[in-house]
Structures are given as structure tokens and as C-alpha cells.
């Protein structure tokens, strides 16, 4: 073992980013059983240190000696944020060659300074369209119809060369594709709208009544599948063939089905996920209802205009031995805050509902690709909600073993 390889099977960040600002080599295998460092790095469960070594160049396609990559072994002994972490890598060098006139081009395909936020975008893991769209307000740069449409227009051709490489990665293609699919939603509310994307998330957050199910956001994302331009890939008629026979608002619904296949994440880890933006590990309660979850007070403000709606329904349904440690608000459906296992924060603020109409602000034109393959109705344009993402959880902290479907489900050790 190199030092290298010893620093990230210990977890040592410090280390390895010292021995790799002196050089070290991160495809170095010559070890008795074919590790690599980022195999180490995996099987640490040490997220900052896979980055680390992948920034640095490392290839998530090397094997060992039982024919197994980094993400498999990783996903063996159940380290599912390193396995997410390199089945989405993607080289900021790729990128950056859009960024450069080629041939006989006067200007390049991509602005220099767009590719640091775009390159961000297709680093996330989280996939949720609402925590997509979060992150283009996030950036200026990006909140600008040029920007979107030069943006939108490389992911397509990231896309097309994923698919028509040597080496064709379907996961990553689709990816490519479905970003492309998020920022061209962008574009056109940006176009219709003068609100800075605000009209698309409530679009996206709208709830249906009764039980709060985002029926615009899974018709989105179907219909982000639908439009993947490459109907002999596997992966598409995998995922067509897992989602078209479940009617919209039961489960699996559409963005778990992509999740999945995505990023290698199982839809079952012993995780809250934020209501609004779908983030894993959400930890702040509503304290009313005590049974959504939130990253913070600003995925908070940006749901509670349509989870007002269902907070006393699903405070009944709650038990009183639910985290017993929240102070419940006033009976009054116009005050909404979190809290994060302490009293409740005085003075949250209240968001306006306003109404997202049964007709979508945009007309969009979207031929359907894959005709021959129903993955239910064509996207139409009537709000949706956001469903509890995790109100039937359970609440035991005990860890369960999971088979992480990245791994093969033949193997043996």
C-alpha cells in the first residue's frame, strides 16, 4: 500500500491532500490485490476524501483482483454516499473544453464563466427538480435566458457523446439529458415570467388536496424521461418499464425510479429527506404537524404555502409520542416554523399562498420520442404538491443492511 492508499483507508483528509499536492499517483495499483486509493477511499465511507481523489484523476473504471470497481466495493460494505459520489463524477476538464473556441469557432460553445455553476448542477447528487432549480437561482450568472440556452444547449451535447462514445455510459447520458430537461424548463419561465424562477417552484411545490401528492413534478420528471432522444438505450426502456404501470401519485413514483437508476441510491436508507428539495438527512420538524422535515426556515417558507393545507390532517394522524421534545404552535393554519429537536423558533415567517392555475404559465411544444413506450400522460399543465416525503419513516436509528443495487447481486466475498 502507498501512503496514499493507507491515508484514505484511515479517513485521513488532511494527509491525503497533502501527498496529493506533492504528486501522488492516484491510479497506482500495483497493490497484492489490485486496490486503488479511491477503492480505500470508498470502503472508508469518507465522502470529502473520494472527491478528493477523484478531482485529482482518479478512474472509477479500475478493477481488482475479483473484478470489482471502487463503486462497487464501496457499495458492498454499504458506504452509499462514496457510491453515489463516483457514479456521478464528472470531470471539470470535460467541461471546460466547451469553454475554448474549436476549429474554426469564434466564440466557444460555453462562457468560461459559466462552467463553476454548471459544473455544480451536474455534480449534485440530489436530482429533485426543486433543489435543481434552487441552485440556478443561487447563481446570477445563471438566471439569465443567454446563459440558460448556451447552458442547456452543452448538456445536450454531453449527452449525445456519452451515448456515442466507445464506451457508452447510459447513467451519465441520461443525466446529461435530464439537467438539459431542468434548465430548458427554466429558460421558458424566465421567458414568460419576470419573478426569477419563484412562479416554477410553486409550480413544482403545489400540492394536490387530500394528500399533498406533487402531481406537476411527476409528470415533469416522466416526461423529462419520455423525451431522452436514444430509444435503444437499456436504461431508458428499464426505467419506462418500471414507472409506466404505476399510475400517478403511488409508489415508486418517477423521481425514485431516476434517483435509483442514477445515482445508486436506495429509496429505503434510514434517512429524513427534506420536504422541499428532496435533500437526505433533513433534520428540522414542522412543529406543528411534527411528520414533514426540512433542510432549514427557507425550504420551510417555500413549502408551507401548499403544506398548510394538509398540517392539521397530518397532525391527527401523528402520535402524541412523537418527538415529544416540539412545542406545538396555535391552532392557526397561517403560522408555520421548524424546529430542530428544541422549542419551537418564535416569529417564523408566513409565505403568501398564492395559486399555481390548473394551466401551466408556459405552452411548451415537446415531441414525444418514445411513442411506442407510455410512461402515463403526456405532461400536462395542472398544479401538484409536495408529498411527505418521509412521514411514515421509521424512527428506529438502529442501521439496517442494505444491498446497494450497484453491486451485483451475484457476487460473494
Not at 479511491?38 to 478531482?55: C, K, P, Q, R, V
Not at 400540492?207 to 431522452?228: A, H, S, V
Not at 429537536?341 to 390548473?358: F, N, R, Y
Request: net charge negative.
Amino acid at each position: 500500500m502507498t501512503p496514499l492508499m493507507h491515508a484514505a483507508c484511515k479517513g485521513q483528509a488532511e494527509i491525503c491532500r497533502l501527498l496529493l499536492q506533492l504528486g501522488a499517483d492516484v491510479n497506482f495499483n500495483k497493490h497484492e490485490c489490485g486496490y486503488t486509493a479511491l477503492m480505500f477511499a470508498g470502503l472508508s465511507g469518507n465522502a470529502e476524501i473520494t472527491g478528493m481523489i477523484l478531482d485529482a484523476g482518479a478512474e472509477t473504471d479500475q478493477v481488482n483482483s475479483v473484478g470489482r470497481t471502487a463503486a462497487q466495493m464501496a457499495a458492498f460494505v454499504g458506504q452509499h454516499d462514496c457510491v453515489t459520489m463516483i457514479n456521478n463524477f464528472f470531470s471539470g476538464m470535460k467541461l471546460d473544453y466547451y469553454t475554448r473556441p474549436q476549429g474554426l469557432e469564434r466564440e466557444p460553445k460555453l462562457p468560461p464563466k459559466l462552467a463553476a455553476p454548471l459544473h455544480k448542477i451536474i455534480m449534485t447528487t440530489n436530482l429533485n427538480p426543486v433543489k435543481m432549480v434552487m441552485l440556478v437561482k443561487e447563481s446570477p450568472l445563471l438566471v439569465d435566458v443567454w446563459a440558460l440556452e448556451k447552458c442547456y444547449r452543452v448538456m445536450d451535447l454531453l449527452c449525445e457523446q456519452c451515448v456515442k462514445q466507445q464506451d457508452m455510459n447510459e447513467v451519465l447520458a441520461m443525466k446529461m439529458h435530464y439537467i438539459s430537461c431542468v434548465l430548458q424548463k427554466c429558460l421558458a419561465f424566465l421567458r414568460q415570467r419576470d419573478d426569477k424562477l419563484d412562479a416554477l417552484l410553486r409550480s413544482l411545490l403545489k400540492g394536490r388536496d387530500g394528500d399533498g401528492f406533487p402531481q406537476y413534478q411527476e409528470r415533469f420528471i416522466r416526461d423529462c424521461i419520455r423525451k431522452f432522444p436514444y430509444c435503444e438505450a437499456t436504461l431508458l426502456q428499464q426505467l419506462v418499464h418500471s414507472i409506466a404501470p404505476v399510475e400517478i401519485g403511488n409508489d415508486p413514483t418517477a423521481f425514485s425510479v431516476l434517483t435509483q437508476a442514477l445515482t445508486g441510491q436506495m429509496v429505503l436508507l434510514d434517512s429524513e429527506f427534506c420536504a422541499t428539495c428532496g435533500e437526505r438527512g433533513a433534520e428540522k420538524r414542522c412543529s406543528f404537524c411534527r411528520m414533514v422535515v426540512y433542510c432549514d426556515q427557507t425550504c420551510q417558507r417555500l413549502h408551507w404555502f401548499t403544506h398548510k393545507k394538509i398540517c392539521k390532517a397530518l397532525r391527527q394522524r401523528s402520535s402524541p409520542a412523537d418527538s415529544p421534545r416540539l412545542r406545538e404552535l396555535p391552532d392557526n393554519e397561517d403560522e408555520g416554523c421548524v424546529t430542530e429537536k428544541s422549542p419551537v423558533m418564535e416569529g417564523s415567517p408566513v409565505v403568501e399562498e398564492s395559486l399555481v392555475t390548473e394551466e401551466s404559465p408556459v405552452a411548451e411544444e415537446s415531441v414525444c420520442s418514445l411513442k411506442e413506450l407510455h410512461l402515463g400522460p403526456e405532461q400536462g399543465h395542472s398544479s401538484t404538491s409536495i408529498r411527505n416525503v418521509n412521514a411514515d419513516a421509521d424512527d428506529n436509528d438502529d442501521e439496517q443492511p442494505i444491498m446497494c443495487p450497484a453491486f451485483p447481486a451475484d457476487f460473494h466475498f
